[in-house]
């Protein structure tokens, strides 16, 4: 596709489910990220993918949040035993190269805890 | 804590006047910085950018300026369109990680 394209668009879930958010990047785009932006805050920084290399995991909020990718390309944010705190729109970029370069976004998924 | 401030949750301006939407960080180690339009319902797009070797960057009615003394960023929208009307996020970083503000919401009133 032409663009980063998330999915759900949006997702309602019990408070303690699992979920699973999935991005597909730009094709080419070798770096990764996912944001989240809780209402009224603004985008906090989850994790970053770059190539083969390591994730740097430093934002994740807890143990119960993981990522992956799989080939380079297709992403998948996991949150196990949902909290409502959780509830927020998760966003995802990729870039071409890392760090100085703007990053295209997604349209995010909007996960509500309920 | 945040790394990246906007102060202004919202600001209104007159269709044609200037919109000067300003950004503060405290990382001194930060040295690229981005801003970001976002309208309702969709991702963040990319609006401009500026390294911390310039302290302005011009593209077409958006002018991004940086005061690394002050670690301050200001993004001037000159004439300011109805269509400008969105949420603009300033984004500042080192390497990897961007710190994105909380955004400012823009209505430019025809």
């Known amino acids: 596709g032409a663009g980063v394209s998330q999915s759900p668009s949006n997702k309602v879930t019990e408070k303690g489910k699992d979920v699973e958010l999935r991005c597909d990047p730009i094709?080419?785009?070798?770096?990764l990220y996912w944001y989240r932006q809780s209402l009224g805050q603004g985008l906090e920084f989850l994790i970053y993918?770059?190539?083969?290399?390591?994730?740097?995991k430093s934002g994740l909020p807890s143990d119960r949040f993981s990522a992956e990718r799989t080939g380079g390309s297709v992403s998948t944010l996991t949150i196990q035993r949902t909290q409502q705190e959780d509830s927020a729109v998760y966003l995802c970029?990729?870039?071409?190269?890392?760090?100085?370069?703007?990053?295209?976004f997604g349209q995010g998924t909007r996960l509500t805890v309920v | 804590d945040q790394q990246v401030k906007q102060n202004s949750p919202s600001l209104s301006v007159q269709e044609g006047r200037i919109s000067i939407l300003n950004c503060d960080y405290t990382n001194s180690m930060f040295d690229y910085f981005l801003w970001y339009k976002k309208y309702p319902a969709e991702g963040p797009t990319f609006l401009i950018s500026i390294s911390s070797i310039k302290d302005k960057n011009e593209d077409g009615r958006f002018t991004v300026f940086l005061n690394k003394s002050a670690k301050h960023l200001s993004l001037h929208i000159v004439p300011s369109q109805p269509g400008d009307s969105a949420v603009y996020f300033c984004?500042?970083?080192?390497?990897?990680?961007?710190?994105f503000g909380t955004g400012t919401s823009l209505t430019v009133i025809p």
């Open positions: 984004a500042a970083g080192a390497g990897n990680q961007f710190y």
């Open positions: 993918f770059q190539g083969n290399s390591a994730p740097d």
């Open positions: 094709s080419g785009h070798t770096a």
């Open positions: 970029a990729s870039s071409l190269v890392r760090g100085k370069a703007e990053a295209f």
